[in-house]
């Protein structure tokens, strides 16, 4: 049986400053803790793509996605790679059709980030 399975971990703001040490760290200051709907993420999981599936690759890629004040999906951005590129871009194909929950700041929604482990992994 094959089977893509996720883990999903916030990224706390001092780990967002370290993902973009080469961004200004004003706009880093502006960053909070997202999150991701995980119902929606178990109804639109990442495809496994056909040929990392005929070639036997299995793997972990690890994302910062983006949202905005109303948890909209700005952008995500590969962290780590899978080492395959087929699995990474489906890993970041998937976190388009995920739904997310923006940051809160003083009980204000914010934009925010999430970081999410994509795992890839043929089970017998």
């Known amino acids: 049986m094959l089977g893509a399975m996720c883990l999903v971990l916030a990224l706390s703001p001092v780990a967002t400053a370290m993902a973009h040490a080469g961004e200004p760290a004003a706009a880093d200051a502006h960053q909070v803790e997202a999150s991701i709907d995980l119902a929606s993420k178990d109804l639109n999981p990442a495809r496994y793509p056909d040929e990392a599936l005929r070639a036997g690759h ?3 890629a690890v994302l910062l996605v983006r949202v905005d004040a109303q948890g909209a999906w700005i952008d995500a951005v590969l962290i780590r790679s899978s080492g395959y590129r087929a699995l990474d871009q489906a890993a970041l194909d998937a976190t388009r059709h995920w739904t ?3 940051g809160m700041l003083d009980g204000v929604a914010r934009a925010g980030e999430v970081r999410v482990t994509q795992r890839f992994t ?3």
Do not use: V
Request: proline share 11%; no cysteine; glycine share 12%.
């Open 122 to 124: 043929l089970d017998d």
């Open 100 to 102: 997310y929950r923006p």
């Open 58 to 60: 299995e793997g972990e």
